[in-house]
């Protein structure tokens, strides 16, 4: 009787041995849903460049992966932040609290972002910034379950401002974004400015939303400047690059450096307006044969090809799913550790890395607007200029300011 209760315990247990892989695939998944999230800008000055572009670029990543990733459902809602950091960190904080989000994603505005990311580490949960710029993201608020993946502000000022510096542009004037990612833009493109042996003629700020520009363009062409930095985003900064064709600056001498420029904004301003104008980006749709296919699928959904930062997303998302499925939990920590310790690879990034700071390591790519007579199509309006390596396009890991770096 003793042996056959012993292998009825012996059979048990290796049921539930058996058992054991399937119990664990269902239970390591909190609430038994991966719920996402995305916030961003949907209806203000940047809702074109990200917004709910960024939506569709997420959806899409998530219909990739099947939809479902150990065992359960994957799920994804999205706000508007208004460019306010009370806002977007009041939508965080009911995600995180309320509807159980693992993860976010967009953030696109660097205060929000700045606001979101310490509360990401206080909840356990993970921040995936894949639209704000500003370098404090990775410097002295950097956090252990925060990622900046698409670009910085550093690596859009070096791979701008060289060039200019050293083809003649040495004396700046700056107009100024009144908020984070302006600010840091501003800071990171001076400093590389006097660095390089140019010189800063001056600055203004300009509160977010502006629409006259009159005065400060006054300003720029009355300090002897030779280029205008324009450290502005979006419609403001759509709306400095043709005031300042309107003001004559062009014509005068006087270059204007689009610090964060991207596909949509180029649009807004047409060709005849932004030809020859330079500026830095991680991504454009024409690049390649795998660039062209995805956007051909994004563009089906969405009505245009995406910009850097919405294409950003799908590798974002992806890379986030896939660690999920290889740490074999929704726990942030595991997560993380597999997101980091896993070489990116997809359409729009070879041989990425997260950094410990939490930088993504990629390729940066110096872009010139066409002139009107070279574009084949709308949205033909770009081209490849040169390459920035990963390994020189960021602010190198000895300058960092982010406690989580070690020094030797």
Not at 133 to 155: F, H, I, R, S
Request: hydrophobic letters at 45%; glycine letters at 10%; charged letters at 20%.
């Amino acid at each position: 009787m003793r042996h056959l209760t012993r292998r009825a315990a012996l059979a048990a247990g290796g049921l539930a041995a058996l058992a054991a892989p399937a119990l664990r695939a269902q239970g390591v998944v909190s609430d038994g849903v991966v719920k996402l999230g995305v916030l961003d800008d949907m209806s203000g000055v940047f809702a074109d460049q990200q917004g709910m572009g960024d939506v569709v670029s997420a959806r899409m990543a998530i219909e990739d992966f099947g939809g479902r990733v150990l065992g359960a459902s994957i799920e994804l809602i999205h706000g508007d932040l208004q460019n306010r950091a009370d806002v977007g960190l009041a939508i965080a904080r009911r995600w995180y609290d309320q509807d159980k989000v693992d993860a976010i994603f967009g953030i696109g505005n660097s205060a929000v972002a700045l606001a979101v990311q310490p509360l990401a580490q206080e909840k356990r949960r993970i921040a995936v910034a894949t639209a704000p710029g500003t370098t404090e993201l990775t410097g002295k608020a950097c956090a252990p379950l925060g990622v900046q993946w698409t670009y910085d502000n550093y690596a859009l000022a070096k791979g701008t401002v060289t060039p200019l510096v050293r083809g003649g542009g040495r004396k700046w004037f700056f107009i100024t974004s009144d908020y984070a990612f302006g600010h840091s833009l501003e800071q990171n493109a001076a400093d590389l400015v006097r660095r390089l042996g140019g010189e800063v003629a001056g600055a203004v700020r300009a509160p977010l939303g502006e629409t006259d520009y009159s005065s400060h363009l006054l300003r720029a062409a009355a300090s002897g400047a030779n280029v205008v930095g324009i450290a502005a985003a979006g419609l403001d900064l759509v709306n400095i690059v043709k005031q300042m064709g309107e003001f004559g600056l062009a014509r005068r001498g006087i270059q204007p450096a689009a610090l964060l420029c991207l596909l949509t904004n180029v649009r807004a301003m047409g060709l005849q307006t932004a030809q020859g104008l330079v500026f830095t980006e991680a991504y454009y749709w024409d690049q390649n044969d795998e660039t062209r296919a995805f956007a051909r699928r994004f563009e089906a959904i969405h009505g245009r090809p995406p910009t850097m930062m919405q294409a950003s997303v799908w590798g974002a998302v992806t890379h986030y799913l896939n660690a999920i499925r290889d740490a074999g939990t929704d726990a942030a920590e595991p997560v993380m550790a597999r997101m980091r310790a896993t070489p990116i690879n997809d359409f729009m990034t070879r041989n990425g890395r997260i950094r410990e700071d939490g930088r993504v390591i990629r390729d940066m790519y110096l872009l010139r607007a066409k002139r009107p007579q070279d574009s084949r199509s709308e949205w033909d309006l770009l081209e490849v200029a040169g390459t920035i390596p990963g390994e020189e396009a960021y602010r190198p890991l000895a300058e960092s300011e982010c406690p989580l770096v070690r020094r030797t």
